[in-house]
């Protein structure tokens, strides 16, 4: 941008005086060397405080101004990937090199900036000191009234921060191999147009340094259910192979428990399957034969796990291939279960639901969610950690993930509903 302003101006980008230089031709010098002086002064004032304005932008020094703009987001990713590349020790270093050769929009690197800053302000390694949260929350990107000012100050938090890291030594940072192996996964999905930017590896990297000694579990792990849980840009993204595999790595087998399932259900022998019964109440009708259970549905066309949980990871999968309609997730033990309930996080349910073509999270009101319906859909339950996640298990994507405050003292069960007479839901086995 400098050496464009100066070509623009005086056709140079080497000196002040080259500008002057060009303003003394032939035309003003010879004939008229004191016509608007004035003039004159004002436009070589103006070049050279555009001029230096651009030198102290590319130095992270700029003067504060009223509007956040594309460029200067990249400024600021620019300046402080520059010292992170030289800062971090991985074995695929060039990964920041790339982080500016990319598609992302303004919106992905402002919500990646505001979350870099809060993540600064509550980081004890940095001596940060906030009075304030930073950290703009909004997936939409809708217009928040003190997102300038919080931009802003983000801004100052990781010019400030860039500072700082050039005070460290060279490779003086090592994450290890599985964050290594999580960059090179993500810069392989970014060449193949997968990953529409680098700015999630930068993210990771952002994230081991402020975490080289995470409380629990490895860096990338928390890393990335940080991201399910906050919205980032990465978990939209697709699931790099070591943490799909960690993912993975807690299944459980699942049977459906036929205690609790709608009579209008009917359940394979070996418990695997469910789909709505044909009946035809002139010559079978499975309600005159049941046996109500506390636990059992008369609504909604539910049937629960046997396996509840109370603690721990787990992980299964179920195959919804060709159908229209589902409800699939988790219900606590203490939830309602008769009659048409409302199946949302108020009533204790976590769910996602495909209605019309439509993927919703069973939040009050509902999400609706962007992301085409799955074949195979993944579902994680992590109790300790509060997290209900959703995927497209067949093309390692994350759907949805739900926050939730489990009650320890309580059970935790799968849950199913369809509507379907012709298509089955079907739990799949982990191989």
């Not at 004191?34 to 304005?53: A, Q, V």
């Not at 992302?104 to 505001?114: A, N, V, W, Y």
């Not at 709608?262 to 789909?275: A, I």
């Not at 849950?415 to 799949?428: A, M, S």
Request: with cysteine; aromatic share 8%; charged share 30%.
């Amino acid at each position: 941008m400098a050496s464009q302003t100066a070509d623009r101006v005086g056709g140079s980008h080497g000196s002040i005086q080259s500008t002057v230089k060009k303003e003394k031709n032939h035309r003003t010098s010879s004939s008229q060397p004191f016509n608007k002086p004035f003039m004159g002064l004002c436009e070589l004032i103006k070049t050279k405080d555009r001029l230096m304005s651009k030198v102290l932008q590319l130095l992270g020094a700029e003067k504060e101004k009223e509007d956040f703009t594309y460029d200067e987001s990249k400024i600021i990713i620019r300046e402080l990937a520059s010292e992170l590349n030289r800062v971090v020790k991985i074995s695929n270093g060039a990964s920041l090199t790339k982080v500016n050769d990319n598609d992302s929009c303004k919106e992905d690197r402002q919500e990646f900036i505001l979350q870099w800053a809060g993540a600064l302000q509550h980081s004890p390694q940095t001596g940060q000191v906030s009075a304030g949260e930073i950290t703009c929350k909004d997936p939409h990107h809708q217009q928040i009234p003190d997102r300038k000012q919080k931009l802003k100050e983000a801004r100052k938090v990781l010019s400030d921060w860039a500072w700082q890291l050039k005070n460290m030594e060279e490779d003086s940072v090592c994450p290890g191999e599985d964050v290594s192996s999580v960059l090179q996964d993500l810069e392989r999905q970014w060449k193949r147009g997968k990953l529409p930017s680098m700015l999630p590896a930068m993210d990771l990297i952002v994230w081991a340094v402020l975490h080289e000694q995470p409380d629990q579990g490895s860096i990338v792990t928390q890393w990335f259910k940080n991201k399910q849980r906050f919205g980032n840009g990465v978990a939209q993204n697709q699931i790099p192979d070591s943490v799909w595999k960690w993912i993975t790595e807690a299944s459980a087998e699942i049977t459906l428990d036929e205690k609790t399932a709608n009579p209008s259900l009917e359940l394979s022998k070996d418990r695997k399957r469910v789909k709505m019964a044909n009946i035809i109440e002139s010559v079978y009708n499975p309600w005159d034969e049941c046996k109500m259970t506390p636990k059992m549905y008369n609504g909604w066309w539910c049937v629960l796990g046997t396996q509840g949980f109370t603690s721990g990871r787990h992980y299964w999968e179920v195959g919804v291939k060709g159908k229209s309609e589902w409800r699939i997730g988790v219900v606590r033990e203490s939830a309602k279960c008769k009659g048409f309930v409302d199946i949302t996080t108020q009533m204790g349910y976590w769910t996602l639901r495909l209605q019309l073509g439509q993927l919703m999270a069973g939040t009050t009101p509902v999400t609706k969610l962007d992301q085409a319906a799955p074949s195979k859909l993944g579902v994680y339950l992590d109790v300790e950690e509060g997290q209900v996640s959703f995927y497209d298990a067949e093309k390692k994507l994350h759907i949805y993930t739900f926050d939730v405050d489990f009650d320890r003292s309580e059970k935790v069960f799968p849950l199913f509903h369809t509507t379907e007479t012709g298509k089955e839901l079907v739990l799949l086995r982990k191989k």
